[in-house]
């Protein structure tokens, strides 16, 4: 019983140092200006892209604007409409950019209040809570992009869209309404 217990308690030791000696997942992010945010991150805020934010409508049918002026000859995009998803895109993308910045400062205004040692639980609160609200206006804004060119495209532009971009026909349930509708007649695609 006393091997036992010894050769349990030795293989319990040997574990709990290599556990130990692991490095943290993050030990390189220690040199960062702003720890929270990785360099790629810092530069996509800054570009304006989208970095996943509007997933909830690319994968269920609702174009994005940038993709569909990259495939617009695909599309068969009049002018009139391809100047429409443009308008669609420069509006999200200068918001986006504008609050990409705003976000990568209020990250920096933490992570620096915490260098500093003068986070608080009160300044803590309002500070993650600004930042839960700009990343939450960013994502509306690259959403909100979503639904305006899906507006702008026929059903038969989203099925082609969905397909050109690997989707199949998936996120097109229920889908199937008139975009056109709500154009005025000069925007309207012809049937």
């Known amino acids: 019983m006393l091997v036992r217990t010894v050769?349990?308690?030795?293989?319990?030791?040997?574990?709990a140092s290599?556990?130990?000696a692991q490095p943290s997942p993050?030990?390189?992010?220690?040199?960062?200006?702003?720890?929270?945010?990785?360099?790629?991150?810092?530069?996509?805020?800054?570009?304006?892209d989208g970095m996943g934010q509007a997933l909830a409508a690319e994968l269920n049918g609702y174009p994005g604007p940038r993709h569909v002026l990259e495939l617009a000859d695909s599309l068969g995009l009049s002018p009139d409409r391809r100047t429409a998803v443009q308008a669609a895109f420069d509006r999200m993308h200068d918001e986006a950019v504008q609050l990409g910045?705003?976000?990568?400062?209020?990250?920096?205004g933490l992570?620096?209040?915490f260098v500093g040692r003068?986070?608080?639980?009160?300044?803590?609160?309002?500070?993650?809570?600004?930042?839960?609200?700009?990343?939450?206006?960013?994502?509306?804004?690259?959403?909100?992009a979503h639904l305006a060119v899906t507006?702008?495209?026929?059903?038969?532009?989203?099925?082609?869209?969905?397909?050109?971009?690997?989707?199949?026909?998936?996120?097109?349930a229920g889908h199937q309404h008139d975009h056109d509708a709500s154009l005025s007649p000069g925007l309207r695609e012809p049937s």
């Open 18 to 20: 290599v556990l130990q």
């Open 151 to 172: 507006a702008l495209l026929t059903p038969d532009q989203i099925r082609a869209y969905q397909r050109l971009r690997g989707y199949g026909d998936r996120g097109q």
């Open 26 to 48: 993050y030990a390189d992010r220690a040199s960062l200006a702003i720890r929270a945010l990785t360099p790629e991150q810092i530069a996509g805020y800054r570009a304006g």
């Open 101 to 108: 910045e705003s976000v990568i400062a209020a990250e920096a």
């Open 118 to 144: 003068r986070i608080t639980r009160t300044t803590l609160e309002e500070r993650v809570t600004h930042i839960a609200t700009l990343v939450g206006r960013l994502r509306s804004v690259h959403l909100e």
């Open 111 to 113: 992570d620096s209040a």
């Open 7 to 15: 050769v349990i308690l030795a293989g319990s030791l040997t574990v």
